[in-house]
């Protein structure tokens, strides 16, 4: 799907933490297992709104490394929700173009788990557009540990280079809502120059209306990566 934007103003990387599903479900006095649920719903519909806003590709943080501190029934609530998206949604990402992978460790998902999600990497494979890409099990600093550690036994000593950015590149937006203003180990190396983008909107009530005020947030930016302004230069 082609995009009528600008492609120099439009963030083709974007990533969200999709913060405050919990706080959501507590304000509407709510289980906070319905605030996941909820927050599966967001996601789908900043899915199909992303390509028409001329984003290529999104990354999501859905799980982190650090959540299997969460209780243990929350957690299993999570992992039952991966997999029934996983389930409802894969037919409808083939037909709308998206491509899906899920990155992450996957030693510590259920075996079952890890089948859904090869079974829908491997029907989505072919989607052009849009590259969704879900964090799951995640973390950046276990990340770049692992890319260095994979590379150093071949690479020579002055071949590691921070060009090394992996397959999605860097992320030209960084979106968190709930109104927390960190990174919390999420794709820190790709978000080197990022965008930096925080709504106090919980993630169940972000919409494609508010994704579109955020990209029009990052048109009003100058992005210089560390140069002058053209017009100072």
Request: hydrophobic share 45%.
């Amino acid at each position: 799907m082609q995009s009528s934007l600008d492609d120099r103003q439009t963030p083709a990387h974007v990533a969200i933490i999709m913060d405050g599903n919990g706080r959501w479900a507590r304000a509407q006095s709510l289980p906070r297992a319905a605030g996941h649920r909820a927050g599966i719903d967001a996601l789908r519909e900043i899915v199909r709104a992303a390509p028409d806003q001329g984003i290529r590709t999104l990354s999501v943080y859905a799980f982190s490394a650090d959540n299997w501190q969460r209780p243990p029934a929350e957690v299993a609530a999570l992992m039952r929700l991966f997999s029934e998206y996983l389930d409802a949604e894969t037919e409808d990402l083939v037909r709308d173009g998206v491509r899906l992978s899920v990155i992450g460790r996957r030693d510590r998902l259920a075996q079952g788990l890890v089948a859904e999600i090869e079974r829908s990497e491997a029907a989505t494979q072919f989607g052009d557009a849009l590259n969704l890409r879900v964090a799951i099990d995640y973390s950046a600093r276990h990340a770049i540990l692992a890319a260095a550690r994979a590379l150093a036994p071949e690479a020579g000593e002055h071949e590691l280079t921070r060009e090394l950015a992996g397959d999605a590149g860097a992320v030209d937006l960084l979106i968190r809502t709930s109104g927390e203003q960190r990174l919390s180990d999420f794709m820190l190396w790709e978000c080197a120059y990022a965008e930096l983008y925080f709504t106090q909107k919980h993630w169940p009530g972000f919409t494609a209306a508010d994704l579109a005020e955020a990209l029009d947030a990052y048109r009003a930016r100058s992005r210089t990566f560390g140069a002058l302004p053209a017009e100072a230069a």
